[in-house]
């Protein structure tokens, strides 16, 4: 279920002044991937992600699900976000019910479906992002860890069974350990065959991540290619004041130093050739 992108874009209007938020954007989001949208802040990114399951429409150009376009007037917004789920930044605004079972069941019950399936679904769910149903279920979203509140929140996309997921900077205000176990959530679910679109400002979740990166600024699509190849060009993601992930930062001083290690997005990797040129008795340039 590809989404096509076909010169998109979108201007926000406020009284006699417009801001151009999206420019002319050509961009395919594959079946199963994980695609990263990076970019500064107002670069457009999440603009972009609201107009993945029809939330805004575009001001000219097309998003085609399949071939048919979204917008169209045969289209269902309705049924399209039972496709593609959006989870918001700060997802935990999205919480409103009385327990964590409600609310995760809203998207469910608003399906239609039986009161069986729902079950499942909201169980499903919760095992998926690591709640435990007996101890959680019956709480107020509200007594949940911003962690465990987060989770809930994705869990209620999760619910509605969508085949993409749209992640607005998800680990955004998060400790190190719930943010880790949120990212191997949306690891697992995208080895699971779930395709991925997350937006972040971490360039080390993005490097451990994502199977491709694009880039945004203001509103324009400047890059697209695997991690390596947009971090790569380090000079030219520091002129639009982004950053590059430590372990790319890393090889490159190493290499500046004589040390034959070759471009790398990830500490591990990097400490791996360089544990493997220790044992093999090779040193920096003399």
Known sequence: MPIVL?????????????????????????????LALIGHTGS????????????????????????QDINGKDSSRRALRFRVGLVFQYPEHQLFEETVYKDIAFGPKNM???????????REAMAIVGLDFSEISKRSPFELSGGQMRRAALAGVLAMKPQVLVLDEPTAGLDPRARDFLLE????????????VLISH??????????????????????DGS???VFSRHERLGAMGLDVPQGF???RLLREKGFPVSDRCLLEDLAGELADLIKGGSGHAA
Not at 187 to 196: E, H
């Open 202 to 223: 971490a360039m080390d979740d993005v490097a451990k991540l994502a199977t491709r990166v694009a880039v945004l600024e203001k509103g324009a699509l400047v890059m």
């Open 227 to 229: 991690p390596l190849e």
């Open 44 to 67: 457009g990114k999440s603009t972009l992600a609201q107009h993945l399951n029809g939330l805004l429409q575009p001001t000219s150009g097309h998003v085609l699900l399949d071939g």
């Open 249 to 251: 930062r890393l090889a």
């Open 185 to 196: 959530d949306v690891r697992r679910l995208n080895r699971a065959g779930t395709t991925v």
């Open 6 to 34: 076909e010169k998109l874009s979108h201007v926000y209007k406020s009284g006699p002044h417009t801001s151009h938020a999206l420019r002319d954007v050509d961009l395919t989001i594959n079946d199963g991937e994980l």
């Open 112 to 122: 239609g479906l039986k009161e069986e399936e729902i079950d499942a679904r909201v």
